[in-house]
């Protein structure tokens, strides 16, 4: 007997998500399997880790960056003192970065927090190593 239904949950929901990310899923703190925006950047002699929640509400990363950032650097081997959490957010027209901090034992984030990136030259910055990335491959 063939297996014909479609079963969403299996599918990232790309809706909203810009072309430069590529689709991870992770679980929620409430262990609920969510997708997420990803790419990973060398820029200057630095890693840059991108990330970008889309409207999808288990998935906003001011509730959920312990629990997602936990989860990126055991799957993908990252040393986390190597490596900064950068997270964009969109509202409307408008696009705004976030530079997220942690203190880190071992593969766990504690004390998390986000800082809006205000300045033209870090937004830039930020823009033109995505952009790059994205020329690259």
């Not at 970008?52 to 993908?76: D, M, P, W």
């Not at 986390?80 to 997270?87: G, H, L, N, T, Y």
């Not at 990136?117 to 020329?135: D, Q």
Request: proline share 4%; aromatic share 10%.
């Amino acid at each position: 007997m063939e297996n014909n239904h479609n079963n969403k949950r299996d599918k990232p929901k790309m809706k909203g998500f810009p072309i430069s990310f590529t689709p991870i899923q992770l679980h929620n703190r409430l262990n609920q399997a969510v997708w997420i925006g990803f790419r990973q950047v060398r820029q200057d002699g630095r890693t840059l880790l991108f990330l970008y929640a889309g409207t999808e509400v288990g998935a906003q990363l001011s509730k959920n960056f312990e629990t997602f950032a936990g989860q990126i650097v055991r799957e993908f081997r990252i040393d986390p003192a190597q490596v900064e959490f950068i997270e964009l957010r969109k509202g409307g027209e408008e696009s705004h970065w976030y530079r997220w901090h942690a203190r880190w034992v071992g593969s766990a984030p504690m004390e998390c927090h986000a800082e809006r990136v205000t300045s033209e030259a870090g937004c830039r910055f930020l823009a033109e190593a995505l952009e790059s990335a994205m020329a690259a491959a």
